[in-house]
């Protein structure tokens, strides 16, 4: 583990594995370590290097919400991937992940070798709609300020988003529910403010600027995520999507298995993909 300092914060980053370079980010609550089921595999074909965003984990959370923004944690983290002798690199995101990754994609040259997005958005278009995202996430950050970690991951769990994480057992319930308690309530105030979906530039008018092979992944049960998926995947030239039935909007803990074969194939594979390859799965 070790600490990279970007633009005035500092990034926790954990390298390991033997190969070409392959960056897995987080979502929401999450941090790096959250990949730890997948890295024994993806070792052995990869150096794996996973991050904690701002607000997460044992990074920076800066008090400033405009430090989280999308478009600034995309460029820490290539500047991390070039810092360390890694780009370009394989990128996986989920959820928030998935955005960093899209606008490092986007907005990076030369970062990106591949892409794999679970459960991405490309931003809101509509300025309402965008007004109205920033109000819900400022409702979830007032929540954190007033009253603290617990209230607000209990109320995050409680979401129609997370209802297919009720089929996980027990024991990988109550872990992940002590992970998401170990957030810094100021952090991910801030994140919800800076990196909402309603703060970020969307990007749908530049999808077709990238031109990484690209996997887009969603669960089936998340039908806004599988919608966005779609638009997603079918703005990136040859861009394959994968919807997983039988899972929500967290397909890497709902189907762990079906997703690490994903991210094998994902990595292994040297030829650009087809749009006629998309499927479900």
């Known amino acids: 583990m070790s600490h990279i300092h970007v633009d005035g914060a500092s990034y926790e980053v954990r390298t390991g594995g ?41 990074s920076d959370s800066p008090a400033e919400p405009a430090r989280h923004a999308i478009e600034r944690q995309a460029a820490d983290l ?8 890694a780009a370009p690199a394989a990128v996986v995101g989920y959820s928030l992940g998935a955005r960093v990754a899209l606008r490092m994609a986007v907005a990076s040259s030369g970062v990106v070798a591949r892409l794999m997005l679970e459960s991405p958005s490309a931003g809101i278009v509509g300025p309402a709609d965008r007004a109205a995202r920033r109000d819900t996430d ?20 409680n979401l129609p988003l997370f209802v297919p994480e009720r089929a996980l057992g027990d024991e990988a319930r109550a872990r992940l529910h002590a992970a998401r308690l ?6 991910l105030a801030a994140s919800l403010r800076g990196a909402g979906q309603g703060a970020m530039e969307p990007l749908h008018g530049r999808l077709s600027s990238v031109n990484a092979p690209t996997i887009v992944l969603a669960g089936a049960l998340d039908e806004a995520g599988s919608e966005r998926a779609r638009g997603i995947a079918a703005g990136i030239p040859g ?36 749009a006629s390859e998309r499927e479900s799965t």
């Open 18 to 58: 033997v190969g070409p370079p392959l960056l897995l980010i987080h979502g929401f609550t999450g941090r790096g370590s959250d990949w730890a089921p997948f890295l024994p595999a993806l070792g052995k074909k990869t150096t794996t290097i996973t991050v904690d965003l701002l607000g997460h984990g044992e």
């Open 78 to 85: 290539a500047a991390i991937l070039r810092r360390l002798g």
């Open 138 to 157: 400022e409702q979830l950050a007032r929540l954190l300020d007033r009253e603290g970690i617990e209230a607000f991951v209990d109320r995050w769990e």
């Open 182 to 187: 170990r957030n810094r309530p100021g952090g």
């Open 239 to 274: 861009a394959r999507l994968a919807i997983m039935e039988g899972v929500g909007h967290a397909p890497h803990r709902e189907a762990p298995d079906r997703v690490a074969s994903l991210l094998l194939e994902f990595i292994a594979r040297p030829t650009p993909l087809h």
